[in-house]
Every structure is written in C-alpha cells, then in structure tokens.
C-alpha cells in the first residue's frame, strides 16, 4: 500500500529537515514555500544571517543522513568574547576546550537541506504563499499569481514559522491555547566586512558580546570572513532605536557604547539606517494537533534568540517525530499526541531558559561574580561530572530533555546562592571544598 501524502507548510530550515526524515520513510512529500527557491534567487537581500548550531541541532542532522559537507558552511566558536566599554576584551571558554557551537548561514544551511531534500524525494513549489488551511479535510489554499489553487494530502505539518497560517487555522477551533509575547526590545543585523586583506577583523573563534546591561551587541563569524552583529535594543526609551533617529545620533551612542566596533564597521550609518528593525517574540501554544495536521518548528513554540536554541529546538523536534513515528506508524493519532505532550514540558523550559539568558548575556557576563562562579562550575564538574552539569553545557552540549535541564539548573542556582552566602568572592575557586558543595545538592 502507498504511504501517506505529506503537506508540510514552509521550507525553513526545519520544514526542510523534516521532509528529509519524511521523504527517507517512503512519505510522498510535498513542501509548500512562499518565498522563491533559495537556490535561484537572492531572497535575504544579499544580507549574511548566521545562527548558532549546537549539540541538538547536529544529532538531528545525523539522524538525518545530511551531515555531508555541513563543516564546510560551519566555523566553531569556543566560548564568548567579551568586549568591555574600555575595549579590553576577554575570553570565556564555553565547555571544555574540545566543546564548540558552530556558527552557519541560515541561508546556506538552508539550501543545503533543500536539495537534499529533494535528491530524497521530496518535492518543492516555492512562491506559494498559504493563505488557509482547512483541517477538516486536510486541505491548503493558496493564492499563486493572483489564482487561487488548493492542495489535498492525507497528513498536513505547519513549520511555517512564528506566524504560521496553520496554527491560525487552529485559533477558529474549539479548545486550543494560544500565547504571543513580545520582548521590548527589538534587533538590527549590522555587518563587520572582512579586513582589506581580506581576513577577519576580530577573533573568528568566539561569539562576540558587548554586554551594556539593557542592551548588548553580538557577533558571529561568517565563513567569507565577515561577521554578522546584531544590535539587541529596546524599541522606546533613552538607548532605543526609537532615540537613535539621526545619523549623528547613532554615531554619538556607537563611539561611546561600542567604540571598538567604529574602525571594523565602515559602513555603520548606512547599514543602521537600510537594514530592519525586527521583534523578537515567544509563541505558545496546545495542543500540536488537530485532526491529521501537527506543528512543529517556531510554529508550535517561537524564542527568544538568546539561547541559541529556537533552530536546534526545532530539529529536535524533527528527530523525536521521526522516531514516534517508528513507534506508532500507522496510528497519526498517537503520534501526534505522544509528541506533543512529551514535548511540550520541554519547549516551554528552553522558552524560560531563553529568556532568563537575555539578561546573562547583556548583564551578567561581565561581572566579576559571573565569572569566579563559572570557573567554580568547570571545576565541580570536572571532579564531579555526574552529579553537577553547568546549565550552559546541559543545554548545548548534550541532548537532555530541556526540563531536566532547567530542573537540575535550578538546583544548582540554589546552591550557588548558598555558596555565595558562605564564600567570599576573594575565595579562589581551589580553595572551596566541593565534596561539601556537592553534598548540598542532595
Ligand atoms: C535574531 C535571531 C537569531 C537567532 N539565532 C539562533 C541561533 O543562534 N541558534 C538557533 O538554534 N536558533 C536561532 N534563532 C531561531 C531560529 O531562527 C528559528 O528557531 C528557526 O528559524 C525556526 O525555523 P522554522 O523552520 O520553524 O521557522 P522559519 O525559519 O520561520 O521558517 C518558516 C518558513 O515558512 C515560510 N512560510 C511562512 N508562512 C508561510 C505561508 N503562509 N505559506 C508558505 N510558506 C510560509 C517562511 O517563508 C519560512 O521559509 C534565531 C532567531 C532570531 C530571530
């Protein structure tokens, strides 16, 4: 008997990752997109946007048989960089020193998974933009060149992204919970160009942060030696993008807050003034499913930036279908309700966690305390790996359950609190007796 026809909404990055696992099953895959092909067609306007790929992330792309190349669009970043206000700079490792995160272009990445997509056999109608869909009868309108067209398949997947049409399908029905929430602040994509030698112009090894406590500054490496920045500001108030309406102003805040940055950005005033403004917002929502259509990606649970997760979130959840999938096929009932309720608890903890790591990376990053308490962590867990993970390293470097991260985070929080209490920061980390700390967490 032929396997199910597969509609997935959007070919993101995770809508192109999960027709791979699909196509691979034997599913007919149709991927719907309303941008053009990547591949033809310059659709982010000739800007570099890089992300974040982490342990979850790559375990997915394993799974998924599309690791070839992948360490050619990839560079790895051991640990932050951080720029003081005085331009000094220093280093914080993020693990261990073999540990990185990868940074990669969303949209190489991107094209890469699209074709492997295809050579799977799953097929692409790109410039079809989603205007409904009906989950009655497993149905997608669209609207292509002013001539309304529908699909029909049997199962349909909404990765369409924060604003997807297939959760707001889901709005009209009965019985399902919907929460949008939008930071204060908003981003800017700046780009640092490679130098006139054409070599980077900072350190390629590290994420770059200019912590300023309501805002900051970061940069990741590009692999044609550029680094995209993005500005993290609120959208009114005294440093805002609101504030900084004129020329002169932005160039006034740069040289006092980011003053390094001015000689390695030629071009500031233009880029501030041509690229977007963006919000960044947290979606949540249940169930996943109704009838045969589920959501997956941003779609299902959009985050803030701040974790470097959303994407890797949203692989994840491409692995852990495929494999219910193993599990429960031809029951689409089960899988989509084991899904959504194994997932669900661990979505809504990376959202915490992503929003709790705002004011860490803008704030806490440069203080003295934050640092001592981090090289106190390496050493508990370096004599105590079983019993104590830093919270960074069970979120990016493993493949935990993300509630047990944050569980296990917040036991260790307490009894740092405590430690803190007991130690002055004049300590040296050698000197405090772990056995002890370690026995506090029982
Ligand atoms: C500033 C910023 C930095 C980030 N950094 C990181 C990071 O370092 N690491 C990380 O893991 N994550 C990061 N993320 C999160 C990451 O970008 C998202 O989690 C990820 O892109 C989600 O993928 P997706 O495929 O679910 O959604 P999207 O990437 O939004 O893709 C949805 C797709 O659906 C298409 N679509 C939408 N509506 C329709 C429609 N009606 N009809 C047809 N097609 C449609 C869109 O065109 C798009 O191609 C960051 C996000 C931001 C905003």
Same mark, same amino acid.
């Given at each position: 008997m032929a396997k199910e026809k597969i509609l997935i909404l959007g070919a993101g990055l995770v809508g192109s990752l999960l027709s791979i696992f699909l196509a691979k099953k034997g599913f007919k895959v149709e991927v719907f997109e309303k941008r053009p092909d990547p591949r033809k067609n310059d659709v982010l306007g000739g800007r570099s946007i890089n992300?974040?790929?982490?342990?979850?992330?790559?375990?997915?792309?394993?799974?998924?048989?599309?690791?070839?190349?992948?360490d050619q669009v990839m560079l790895p970043m051991h640990g932050r960089m951080i720029h003081q206000l005085d331009s000094q700079v220093h280093f914080q490792p993020y693990g261990k020193a073999n540990q990185a995160i990868n940074s990669v272009s969303r949209g190489l990445l991107n094209e890469y998974l699209i074709g492997e997509a295809e050579a799977a056999g799953a097929s692409f109608r790109f410039e079809h933009k989603c205007e409904r869909a009906d989950i009655d009868n497993s149905v997608l309108s669209f609207s292509t060149g002013g001539k309304p067209k529908e699909y029909g398949g049997d199962i349909i997947i909404g990765a369409d992204g924060a604003y997807s049409v297939l959760r707001a399908s889901f709005l009209h029905s009965d019985r399902f919970n919907f929460m949008q929430d939008y930071l204060p602040h908003g981003y800017k994509e700046l780009n640092i160009p490679a130098g006139k030698n054409g070599e980077f112009q900072i350190d390629p090894n590290a994420l770059?942060?200019?912590?300023?406590?309501?805002?900051?500054?970061?940069?990741? =490496? $590009?692999?044609?030696?550029?680094?995209?920045c993005t500005l993290f500001l609120p959208?009114?108030?005294?440093?805002?993008f609101e504030a900084l309406d004129s020329p002169e102003k932005v160039a006034t805040f740069f040289s006092e807050v980011f003053p390094d940055t001015l000689p390695v950005i030629p071009n500031l005033?233009?880029?501030?003034?041509?690229?977007?403004t963006s919000s960044l917002v947290t979606i949540r929502c249940y169930p996943w499913s109704k009838k045969r259509s589920l959501l997956l990606g941003d779609a299902s649970h959009a985050i803030? =930036?701040?974790?470097?997760?959303?994407?890797?979130?949203?692989?994840?959840?491409?692995?852990?279908l495929d494999e219910i999938i193993d599990a429960e096929y031809p029951n689409w009932e089960t899988v989509f309700q084991t899904f959504e309720k194994s997932r669900k608890p661990n979505t809504d903890a990376i959202a915490k966690l992503a929003n709790d790591n705002f004011i860490e990376m803008r704030d806490k990053v440069a203080d003295a305390g934050f640092i001592w308490q981090k090289k106190l962590e390496a050493r508990i867990h370096e004599k105590y790996p079983d019993k104590w993970t830093p919270l960074y390293t069970m979120v990016t470097f493993s493949n935990m359950p993300y509630s047990k991260a944050?569980?296990?985070? $917040?036991?260790?929080?307490?009894?740092?609190?405590?430690?803190?209490e007991?130690? =002055?920061m004049s300590t040296p980390p050698e000197a405090i007796d772990l056995e002890k700390i370690v026995g506090w967490l029982d």
């Open positions: 992300l974040a790929l982490s342990d979850r992330g790559l375990l997915a792309l394993e799974k998924a048989g599309v690791t070839r190349n992948l770059h942060i200019w912590p300023r406590g309501k805002f900051m500054l970061i940069a990741l =490496p $590009n692999i044609d030696k550029s680094f995209t959208f009114e108030g005294e440093s805002s005033i233009d880029q501030f003034f041509t690229n977007p803030v =930036p701040f974790f470097g997760q959303g994407m890797n979130a949203g692989f994840e959840d491409c692995r852990l944050l569980e296990q985070g $917040n036991r260790q929080e307490s009894v740092m609190r405590k430690i803190r007991v130690y =002055p």
